[in-house]
Each structure stands twice: as structure tokens, then as C-alpha cells.
């Protein structure tokens, strides 16, 4: 139900103690930070099964009213706004959720802690659109059609963090009436249980999909898109075979995106067993898009290359790394590093430039590997990213935001981080986590809450901006999808 009339409750402390809100581990035990990200263990929490149809909102309320006081996106019904005094909710007309374990399933936003002068709000969940229905789901990956509405690949095949509960397909979630709220759940591209890397570009959807008889995602495929389409026009094509490189079980996401002078990188992920040889062949790493059936080769020296993405303005691409496990004692990082033709980030042999990975023989020269700017614990898993696109204030202008899914078991480490980049070059700034846990540099906090030892909220999996402003964030292990904005940015033209 939607409320047309607009105030604010500040949320009392007996409902919404700290700890119950899920405070941040000051402690971050390294420890536990470096377990492995692909533990077939970590598949607790809210995981579902498979479904073959999104279930609807029984009683989806009377429409959207766009009133003119909700200039604001963070004016809207059911925004959760945080100050310098504290958080507080916009009423929707629901029934008031509280936080309290002792009163039912907490609801969505009770974990969620964001820096004061921006809001949250609940967009929708693939299986189950109703903001007090769970029914699960995989959110791997969010991209912005040209007209706005957004896409998520929800994969079932396993793989990093698990792909149980997944739907096989690509949905596009539409909010035509500008509530805030995802209207449906309308399934794009359908039977595709090893998709994650997809984009819009040149007048195409571009996705990926696996040939018949295996569920390795090798394929990178294209259809022709129009503003608005919501279901796949005509017989996809084949644009990229990545069959002929190591085809890893675990680690087959195929991320995807176009640089400013129209290259298109693919990022091709290894796996931990891999054994390092002198000659260092390209096994893990990043191609590029050139007409040929099966794409050239950029840079290689990677386990699980999970994440592409380009920053316009700047001909700068960038991929995320998740490094080898359990080589935190022996130097070994992720990575958020820049793509550039001939780079070599070192694995299997080095963690590091000059830190070779231990127990090998004889001992790999490392001084060629490419040093790293950004680095993160082994195991706080750094999964997707983009880039704020000029509308948020400062310090987050321009910054890249980096949601890290965290250790598995306890989930360590999982929240969104904001990592400055230098205006004028459009590169990132140094940053880390590694000393403490904690980020330090140009990296900080920006949303936390996730690792509260309830497994309750899903895992930040995917981050999108929408090109009103807004970044949404979409958590696999429960299908979630929220959007944050800032408290002043404007949800109408002046």
C-alpha cells in the first residue's frame, strides 16, 4: 500500500537497538577473513530453491500517486533515511516493521548502516516482488537499460558464493509508475543457468550463455535491443567463443564491458590448482572483443577475475581479482586493478610484484608482476563494482564503490566500500584493507552491516548505477535488490 501524505518517525532504541541493527566488528580477525570464498560449506542462510515462476504481490496496493512532494527520491514511501540524528523511516501505509528478533523476521533494512546524508530503500527481491516476501533468489549482476529500467542475471550453475536459488535467467525488474518499487519480475532471456556478464552496447544486449551439453558459460552472445524491449528480439548471434582457454567449472562468470573507444573486455577466470610453469602461459585473464571467433588476448595472471567494468571519460577499465585462498600468510591480496594490454597480476606464481606464492620450486621470479594500487583480505571478495557518475557529493564524487561479499562461513568483511579516483586522470587512488581489515587510504566504509553472524540479509553481490543517480545494490543468497541515494537528490526535474 502507498501513503500519500509524507512525515517522519524517528525509529525508538527499543526497537532498533544497536546490536540488533548489527554493529561493525571493530576486530576483523584476519583469521577468519582469509577462509576460502568457494567453500562448498557457505550455502547457508536464506537460500531457495529453484522456481519457475517469480510469485507476484497479492494486493499491490492502489497506484503511485507521483505527487509533487516527492521531489526527492529519499522523500519516497518506505525510504530510510540516515542523518547526523539518527535514522529514520518515510511511512508507506504498511504495517510498521520493527527490528526486534522477538517480533518476527526483522525487516529488510533493520542490519543496513549507511554514512548520514543518504537513504535506502527496498526495490524488489527476483522471486518474490513483496517487500515482506522471501522467497530467495541470486542476484550475480545489475545493468541499466538505456531506458532505465534494470536487468539482473540470477545464474543456478555453482560458482563463487554459491548459485543456489537462482532463477536461469536474465529479469528485467521495471518501476514504470516511479514508486521506487520494482513492478514485476519479467524474465528477458530465459533456460540460462550459466549466465552472469552481460551489458547494453552498439544497439545490443550482449549476455552470457553456455552451448548445449555443458555448464561452463563459455559463450558471449548479442540480440538486438530497442529502448523498453522486455522480452529478446529475434535469434541471438555468437560474438565471442572463449572455448578455446581454460574453461574453469567453478570460476566460468563471463563479466563483460565496453571501454570509451569501443573495445569490449571479457574477463576468463583460472582456478586455485592451477601450477605455476616458467613460461606463464595466459590461462587466467582478460580478452578483448576483435571480430575473430574466439577474441586476443590482454593480460593475464589471474584466479578469478569476477568483475569488468569502465569508467566513462577516461578510456580506463578496470577488473576485480579474487586471489588465491588461504594466502593471506604468504602476501596474497585481491585486487581491483586497471586493464592494460600486456599486464601480468602474477598468478599462480606470485602474490604480489617481488612476493612469490610459497611451496613452489623452484621459486618464480616476480619482479615483472604488475603492482597493485587497490588491495583487499584474501577472502573479503571483492565482486563487483561501478562508478559514481558526478551526482553524489563530495568525498563520493566519481568514486568507485566495490561491494565485498565477505569470508564464507561468517561472512567477515561483508559491506560496500567507496574508493576515491583522481578526477583528472580518472584512475584509483591507493587504498587497502590489508593491515587491519579496516580500509585505510583512499578506501572506506560506506554500507555495512551484512556480517552480523545472522546470515539473515543475503551478501552484497552487485552494484549499479541508475542513470538518475541512484546505486542499487543486489545481494545473492536471498535475491534482494535496494537502491541508496543521497538525501537531496532531486527524483523530478526542476
Not at 136 to 151: E, H, K, S, T, Y
Not at 299 to 312: E, L, S, T, Y
Not at 442 to 454: H, I, L, Q, S, V
Amino acid at each position: 500500500m502507498r501513503a500519500s501524505t509524507l512525515f517522519l518517525t524517528p525509529l525508538a532504541l527499543a526497537s532498533c537497538s544497536a546490536t540488533e541493527l548489527g554493529p561493525e566488528d571493530a576486530t576483523r580477525p584476519d583469521a577468519d577473513a582469509s577462509r576460502t570464498e568457494d567453500s562448498s560449506a557457505d550455502m547457508g542462510g536464506e537460500l531457495a530453491p529453484d522456481v519457475s515462476e517469480p510469485p507476484r504481490d497479492a494486493d499491490p496496493g492502489p497506484p503511485f500517486d507521483p505527487d509533487a512532494s516527492y521531489r526527492r527520491f529519499c522523500d519516497l514511501p518506505g525510504s530510510v533515511q540516515y542523518t547526523a540524528a539518527g535514522r529514520m523511516r518515510v511511512p508507506d501505509g504498511a504495517s510498521e516493521e520493527q527490528c526486534l528478533p522477538s517480533l518476527g523476521t526483522p525487516a529488510w533494512w533493520c542490519f543496513l548502516h549507511l554514512q548520514p546524508g543518504f537513504c535506502a530503500h527496498f526495490f524488489g527481491n527476483v522471486a518474490g516482488l513483496a517487500r515482506t516476501v522471501r522467497a530467495g533468489g541470486n542476484v550475480r549482476q545489475l545493468r541499466f537499460a538505456p531506458n532505465g529500467d534494470l536487468f539482473v542475471a540470477s545464474p543456478t550453475t555453482d560458482t563463487t558464493g554459491g548459485g543456489t536459488g537462482g532463477l536461469a535467467a536474465v529479469l528485467v525488474l521495471p518501476d514504470d509508475n516511479g514508486d521506487g518499487l520494482a513492478d514485476s519480475a519479467v524474465r528477458f532471456v530465459e533456460a540460462v543457468p550459466s549466465t552472469q556478464g552481460m551489458m547494453f552496447a552498439n544497439g545490443y544486449f550482449y549476455y552470457q550463455d553456455t552451448r548445449p551439453g555443458d555448464l561452463l558459460g563459455t559463450l558471449i552472445l548479442r540480440a538486438p535491443y530497442q529502448s523498453g524491449d522486455r522480452k529478446l528480439q529475434g535469434p541471438p548471434e555468437q560474438v565471442l567463443d572463449t572455448s578455446t582457454y581454460y574453461a574453469s567449472p567453478l570460476h566460468w562468470p563471463k563479466t563483460l564491458d565496453q571501454a570509451d573507444d569501443g573495445t569490449i573486455y571479457v574477463a576468463i577466470g583460472s582456478d586455485q590448482n592451477e601450477v605455476c610453469v616458467a613460461s606463464r602461459p595466459f590461462v587466467g585473464g582478460i580478452v578483448k572483443i576483435d571480430g575473430s571467433p574466439h577474441g586476443a588476448t590482454v593480460m593475464k595472471g589471474f584466479r578469478n577475475p569476477i568483475a569488468v567494468r569502465c569508467q566513462r571519460g577516461h578510456n580506463l577499465c578496470f577488473a576485480s581479482e579474487l586471489a588465491k585462498d588461504y594466502s593471506a600468510d604468504e602476501g596474497g591480496r585481491e585486487k581491483l586493478v586497471p586493464i592494460r594490454e600486456g599486464d601480468d597480476w602474477g598468478f599462480p606464481c606470485c602474490a604480489t610484484r617481488g612476493v612469490p606464492h610459497l611451496g613452489i620450486t623452484p621459486t618464480p621470479d616476480c619482479s615483472s608482476v604488475t603492482p597493485e594500487d587497490v588491495s583487499f583480505v584474501i577472502g573479503h571478495t571483492p565482486f563487483s563494482f561501478d562508478f559514481e557518475r558526478g551526482k553524489w557529493p563530495e568525498p563520493y564524487t566519481g568514486s568507485v564503490f566495490v561491494p565485498l561479499h565477505g569470508a564464507a562461513g561468517g561472512w567477515t568483511g561483508a559491506r560496500v566500500v567507496a574508493i576515491a579516483t583522481d578526477p583528472a586522470t580518472g584512475r584509483l587512488k591507493p587504498g587497502t584493507n590489508l593491515d587491519s581489515g579496516l580500509p585505510s587510504g583512499a578506501m572506506t566504509d560506506f554500507a555495512t552491516g551484512w556480517d552480523d553472524n545472522t546470515h539473515l540479509h543475503g551478501r552484497p553481490a552487485a552494484i549499479e548505477f541508475a542513470p538518475d543517480g541512484r546505486m542499487f545494490i543486489g545481494n545473492d543468497n536471498n535475491g534482494d535488490v535496494f537502491w541508496v541515494a543521497p538525501l537531496d537528490l532531486p527524483r523530478l526535474s526542476p
